[in-house]
């Protein structure tokens, strides 16, 4: 079992940054690949990125690709998203997710949320223009 805690979010302006962090607490966190994934009103939710179990590999949706960066720090049991260059757009509640699987590699799983294992309970970003 994994517990997940996301932080860090808030009302910015465009342009500005922010980091969102994710705390877990449980059984082997670094056996778990994690991803940050969000969603807006009335909209599904989506990908935004994931990171391999060493924090070697990293993936990210491609409207968010430059501008955030996914990291963690396993002995902290943390995984970050650093998010830069906000838009308006980027305004959602932003999810960490652990997905089981100690891979070396990010695979197709890994961009889908309903096969992550153990989710947070969310943190908004609201991004004004």
């Known amino acids: 079992q994994v517990q997940l805690v996301e932080s860090g979010g808030g009302l910015v302006q465009a342009g500005v940054s922010l980091r969102l962090s994710c705390a877990a607490s449980?059984?082997?966190?670094?056996?778990?690949?994690m991803g940050w994934f969000r969603q807006a009103p009335g909209k599904e939710r989506e990908f935004v990125a994931a990171i391999t179990w060493t924090g070697d590999v990293t993936s990210y949706a491609d409207s968010v690709k430059g501008r955030f960066t996914i990291s963690r720090d396993n002995a902290k049991n943390t995984v970050y998203l650093q998010l830069n260059s906000l838009k308006p757009e980027d305004t959602a509640v932003y999810y960490c997710?652990?997905?089981?699987?100690?891979?070396?590699?990010?695979?197709?799983?890994?961009?889908?949320?309903?096969?992550?294992?153990?989710w947070g309970q969310g943190t908004q970003v609201t991004v004004s223009s």
């Open positions: 449980g059984r082997s966190f670094s056996s778990y690949a």
């Open positions: 997710a652990a997905r089981s699987g100690a891979r070396r590699t990010i695979v197709p799983g890994d961009l889908i949320w309903d096969q992550y294992d153990y």
